[in-house]
């Protein structure tokens, strides 16, 4: 698959879940919303604070380094996910079965508990991922590494972090569906 193919693909990916998500809390209660499954399980409010949060200490780095790599060749090789972004990407796919614990800094928060309003918070900075995804169509994916927020000894490049971006939010998409089928969900 082409990188511009990728990137299509993931700006089609992100804006399905913003879509969700949005349907989400305009369908459900904020009662359904905030409901825990288990004392340690994450509501689907929590879920998407969680997504907010985590979005809102990536997003400036990407475009940091889209901005410092545009207009840079692409790869010949097109974009490839060096070895150990490869092993995270697995850990936060969908289709992922290993549960990692999120660092503090990505912890829900007390916004979670609003609900309603973290799900508006969220669908609005989906935007700012799919802007990125577009300005990203000028550069090399595999350029413009950056270190995590969690740790600058994991460093990911632009392809590496906004296909983990989307790959995140896929997955936790995944877990607030679980937590409406969980028995003694609100109705």
């Known amino acids: 698959m082409s990188d511009s193919e990728l990137l299509d693909r993931w700006a089609r ?3 399905a879940v913003r879509d969700q998500v949005a349907e989400l809390f305009q369908e459900h209660s904020e009662a359904k919303l905030t409901w825990k ?5 994450w509501s689907i409010a ?3 604070d969680h997504l907010a949060v985590t979005g809102e200490a990536y997003y400036g780095r990407i475009g940091d380094s889209v901005e410092r790599v545009k207009g840079s060749a692409a790869s010949a090789r097109g974009y490839r996910p060096r070895w150990l972004a490869r ?3 697995r850990f936060v796919s969908p289709e992922g079965t290993k549960r990692v614990k999120a660092p503090k800094r990505f912890q829900p928060g007390a916004a979670s508990a609003a609900g309603v309003s973290v799900g508006t918070q969220f669908v609005e900075q989906q935007q700012e991922l799919i802007e990125l995804i577009e300005r990203a169509r000028d550069c ?4 413009g590494r950056f270190g995590s927020p969690v740790t600058s000894l994991l460093r990911f490049s632009i392809g590496e972090a906004l296909q983990m971006m989307v790959f995140h939010q896929q997955r936790h998409l995944a877990q607030m569906q679980r937590v409406l089928a969980a028995e003694g969900c609100p109705k």
Request: with cysteine; aromatic share 6%; proline share 6%.
């Open 37 to 41: 499954p288990s004392a340690a399980g």
């Open 87 to 89: 092993l995270f990407l």
């Open 140 to 143: 090399d994916l595999n350029a």
């Open 46 to 48: 929590e879920c998407v």
């Open 13 to 15: 990916d992100a804006a």
